[in-house]
């Protein structure tokens, strides 16, 4: 079939992309500015033997997808900053139990309603610190919209290698603007699948046991396994455990998961680094005025380089 151009508002690119990547569920609700996701996929989604569901709040919305997600599918909600805080607690929950999910979250002015149709990128530390407790998280971002793609099939990616969820972060400005995105044909980005466990039925199966790579395989819920969820520290069962080594041990698989792997979620782009005597560092909208900034002043003489951000947490080292 070939690539395919088009052209499209970075919201339209993130739904197109979130298809390539095989999301099988949407749960969500309408918040600007990330509207037109939802309104995208409630189309597009059920055409391709997906689910959409229109929740009740934002909280539902996490829930939803979290149980979706146990079942062995693909699953994805899209919000905005108040959308955002109310999914702290879901957050938290599918990072204790290790449930893949992918949440967008396309930024406003705020706090509160703050400003509904303007750009901010506020949520940047809600997204690394918002759920309590020590954990680790995957936040990715985009500034145009062949990023917004690469990065919403990368969310999925990541969120399925780590069981893990995964928040990408576009601001109002990339998610509202139009231009061209060149969509790649089928097969052209590999795409990861959930690792499922290879223990027959009626075997002693331990859901939360990784593998030596560190990798840890699912079983559908409502299959052939029968085993608990909690977002309690829990064992390799499953069940809630105070035990100060199993609680250690737990904390340590959360964090070192995506931490001794930060080269492979690292994500940027380097403009005139080499002989840079000051370097910017920007991310999402703001990356583009950015450049124009460092074009415009080596063009005056000035060393200036830019760094580019597309993994912002964990921070690339």
Known sequence: ????????????????????????????????PSTEIAELMSV????????FIQMEDEIASICAIIGASLTGQKVMTATSGPG???????????????????IVDVQRGGPSTGLPTKVSQGDVNQARWGVHGDH???????SNH?????????????????????????????????????????GAIPLVERLKTSVREGVDYHP????????????????????????LFHDMWGFPS???????????????KIDSHVDEVTRYREYFVDDAEMLLVSYGSSARSA???????????ERIGLLELQTLWPFPS
């Open 1 to 32: 079939m070939g690539d395919r151009l088009t052209f499209v508002q970075g919201n339209e690119a993130c739904v197109r992309a979130a298809l390539y990547a095989g999301l099988d569920f949407f749960a969500g609700y309408p918040i600007t």
């Open 44 to 51: 597009h989604l059920p055409r391709r033997g997906g689910k």
């Open 84 to 102: 955002f805080s109310l999914m702290q607690e879901g957050l938290g929950y599918a990072i204790m139990a290790e449930i893949p999910c992918v």
């Open 136 to 142: 680790a998280i995957i936040a990715l971002t985009a």
């Open 146 to 186: 062949q990023d917004v793609f690469a990065m919403t099939v990368d969310a999925f990616n990541f969120s399925e290698t780590y069981r893990t969820p995964v928040i990408l972060l576009f601001d109002e400005v990339v998610g509202h603007m139009r231009e061209r995105l060149v969509i790649p044909e089928p």
């Open 208 to 231: 939360y046991l990784p593998r030596e790579d560190g990798r840890l395989p699912m079983s559908d819920f409502g299959g052939v396994h029968r085993y608990n969820v909690t977002g």
């Open 242 to 256: 105070e035990n100060p080594q199993v609680v250690h041990d737990l904390l340590r698989h959360l964090v070192d």
């Open 291 to 301: 450049l124009h900034v460092v074009m415009e002043r080596r063009q005056h003489g």
